[in-house]
């Protein structure tokens, strides 16, 4: 019935010298002749659209919503759910490699959505776009071999002085930690990576919010205990970013005897909107595991699992991280949180670099 009417609606636009175009569920049961595509649940459907002579307008969830969240929850608007930075917006493109160049002329480019059923002002709808909507621009207006995310993250920051001369508010970037949890055996360092031009990194030792009276950032500081570091960019206005947080763990880990490979999976019944505490609850079952992964077919559909093993680290150094879940997860290493992708959300993929000791 879907395809019928769509079918009829795309002849009923051609008579009258115009063009149907839909998002990509009019692709169920058969694309309209001239219908062109709003690729939004995934770039596959516009692939499968432009092999087939379709015009498409790439626009997934994945690098184009503006409406999810930009960073920690805790300290950025209310959104929608998801998470998409900067960086992967940046990251996005546009042009999906395995089409051929015929092909690729369907692609005629993308559009970034932001949906406001959760923003009710103008400043809260300006902060979700910017600098997301100039990184979607520098994408679909550049060739790949010309994008370079340090380069866009200088050349924003003259943009964000015209939006600061117009009272537009946008997002600033918060300090970029080297790592996001730093693991010491006797003493270690938590250092940040160069600010916005015209900004100052201020920064807390005891877990407290920065202001602009908190110490400002020049090298690394020094650490030997275990605590938290946050930091806060701060404009020569006094504007301040959202805060980040450095995890310091001083650990010295027990001889764990002999090991085998594996990993100790426990099972968790009931419903959760996050990640439970594991130490306060019992687990309904337990297995020695090579792996894990869903099939769609499992005899339970409400549960929480913990899965536990060792990490043989060789060499000090910071190693990135990323954690994807469809709900909330979260990765811990040495009892501190180095991945946080907690609560209820579609598909979403969290990064975190962590410097670990051998």
């Given at each position: 019935?879907?395809?019928?009417f769509?079918?009829?609606?795309?002849?009923?636009?051609?008579?009258?010298e115009?063009?149907?175009?839909?998002?990509?569920?009019?692709?169920?049961?058969?694309?309209?002749?001239?219908?062109?595509?709003?690729?939004?649940?995934s770039?596959?459907?516009?692939?499968?659209?432009?092999?087939?002579?379709?015009?498409?307008?790439?626009?997934?969830?994945?690098?184009?919503?503006?409406?999810?969240?930009?960073?920690?929850?805790?300290?950025?608007?209310e959104?929608?759910g998801?998470?998409?930075?900067?960086?992967?917006?940046?990251?996005?493109?546009?042009?999906?490699?395995?089409?051929?160049?015929?092909?690729?002329?369907?692609v005629?480019?993308?559009?970034?959505?932001?949906?406001?059923?959760?923003?009710?002002t103008?400043?809260?709808?300006?902060?979700m776009?910017f600098?997301?909507?100039?990184?979607?621009?520098?994408?679909?207006w550049?060739?790949?071999?010309?994008?370079?995310?340090?380069?866009?993250?200088?050349?924003?920051?003259?943009?964000?002085?015209?939006?600061?001369?117009?009272?537009?508010?946008h997002?600033?970037?918060?300090?970029?930690?080297?790592?996001?949890?730093?693991?010491?055996?006797?003493?270690?360092?938590?250092?940040?990576?160069?600010?916005?031009l015209?900004?100052?990194?201020?920064?807390?030792?005891?877990g407290?919010?920065?202001?602009?009276?908190?110490?400002?950032?020049?090298?690394?500081?020094?650490?030997?205990?275990?605590?938290?570091?946050?930091?806060a960019?701060?404009?020569?206005?006094?504007?301040?970013?959202?805060?980040?947080?450095?995890?310091?763990?001083?650990?010295?880990?027990?001889?764990?005897?002999?090991?085998?490979?594996?990993?100790?999976?426990?099972?968790?019944?009931?419903?959760?909107?996050?990640?439970?505490?594991?130490?306060?609850?019992?687990?309904?079952?337990?297995?020695?595991?090579?792996?894990?992964?869903?099939?769609?077919?499992?005899?339970?559909?409400?549960?929480?699992?913990?899965?536990?093993?060792?990490?043989?680290?060789?060499?000090?150094?910071v190693?990135?991280?990323?954690?994807?879940?469809?709900?909330?997860?979260?990765?811990?290493?040495?009892?501190?949180?180095?991945?946080?992708?907690?609560?209820?959300?579609?598909?979403?993929?969290?990064?975190?670099?962590?410097?670990?000791?051998p």
């Open positions: 019935l879907q395809s019928w769509i079918r009829r609606i795309e002849g009923y636009l051609a008579a009258k115009r063009r149907l175009i839909g998002w990509d569920e009019i692709q169920e049961g058969g694309l309209a002749p001239g219908a062109a595509m709003m690729v939004w649940r770039v596959k459907y516009g692939v499968e659209a432009a092999r087939a002579g379709h015009d498409v307008v790439m626009s997934p969830t994945s690098h184009c919503y503006f409406d999810y969240y930009q960073g920690d929850r805790a300290h950025e608007p959104a929608i998801g998470f998409l930075p900067v960086e992967r917006v940046y990251a996005f493109e546009p042009v999906p490699p395995e089409l051929t160049e015929a092909e690729a002329r369907h005629l480019g993308a559009q970034g959505n932001l949906w406001s059923e959760y923003i009710p103008f400043d809260h709808l300006t902060y776009a600098p997301r909507a100039a990184a979607l621009a520098e994408v679909v550049s060739p790949a071999a010309l994008r370079d995310l340090d380069g866009f993250r200088r050349r924003w920051q003259v943009q964000a002085a015209r939006l600061d001369a117009l009272g537009i508010r997002r600033r970037e918060p300090p970029r930690p080297r790592a996001s949890m730093v693991l010491i055996r006797d003493a270690g360092e938590v250092a940040f990576e160069p600010t916005a015209g900004h100052t990194i201020r920064y807390t030792l005891d407290s919010e920065p202001t602009a009276a908190s110490p400002a950032y020049a090298a690394p500081i020094p650490v030997d205990s275990t605590g938290r570091v946050k930091a960019a701060f404009s020569a206005g006094g504007e301040a970013s959202a805060p980040v947080a450095v995890d310091v763990v001083r650990w010295a880990p027990a001889d764990p005897g002999p090991l085998e490979p594996g990993l100790r999976l426990e099972g968790y019944r009931g419903r959760f909107q996050r990640v439970p505490a594991f130490e306060d609850r019992s687990p309904a079952w337990t297995a020695e595991v090579d792996g894990f992964v869903f099939s769609g077919e499992e005899p339970e559909d409400e549960f929480a699992l913990r899965i536990r093993g060792w990490l043989d680290v060789r060499t000090a150094g190693v990135e991280i990323a954690l994807g879940s469809d709900d909330g997860s979260i990765l811990s290493i040495a009892g501190a949180r180095a991945v946080v992708n907690d609560g209820l959300h579609g598909h979403a993929i969290r990064r975190g670099r962590v410097h670990l000791e």
